[in-house]
């Protein structure tokens, strides 16, 4: 079966750090971008971050920049999400998905929206005293 699984939410206190996984299972993330995505209750679903395929290229949203760092280790199949300095405002499901593979030449870029080819489930994120 092809999978994505986030893991790593929790409940945390402002100030804190958190980091989450996104691991592949049944196919490899080599060659796909990845996104992190996020749902706060009542809100739309936004863009956070992305990786290049290569991991050499990043981009990030501007409510997070500085404080999130997006990374991959494609030898574990796996993506993170580092996130530090939380606030109250970064409660939400947070999802990764695996955008659509690019050609060699593009493989240092990544995009945060499009559509993607596959999705997690989510991990719910709580920031909170």
């Known amino acids: 079966q092809l999978q994505l699984v986030e893991s790593g939410g929790g409940l945390v206190q402002p100030g804190g750090s958190l980091r989450l996984s996104c691991a592949a299972s049944?196919?490899?993330?080599?060659?796909?971008?990845i996104n992190w995505f996020r749902q706060a209750p009542g809100k739309e679903r936004e863009g956070v971050s992305c990786?290049?395929?290569?991991?050499?290229?990043?981009n990030y949203a501007n409510s997070v920049k500085g404080r999130f760092t997006i990374s991959r280790d494609n030898a574990k199949n796996t993506a993170y999400l580092q996130m530090d300095s939380l606030n109250v405002e970064d409660t939400a499901v947070y999802y990764c998905?695996?955008?659509?593979?690019?050609?060699?030449?593009?493989?240092?870029?990544?995009?945060?929206?499009?559509?993607?080819?596959?999705w997690g489930k989510g991990t719910l994120v709580t920031v909170s005293v």
């Open positions: 998905a695996a955008a659509p593979p690019l050609p060699r030449a593009l493989q240092h870029l990544c995009v945060m929206s499009g559509g993607m080819h596959y």
């Open positions: 990786i290049s395929s290569s991991g050499v290229g990043t």
């Open positions: 049944g196919f490899t993330l080599d060659n796909y971008p």
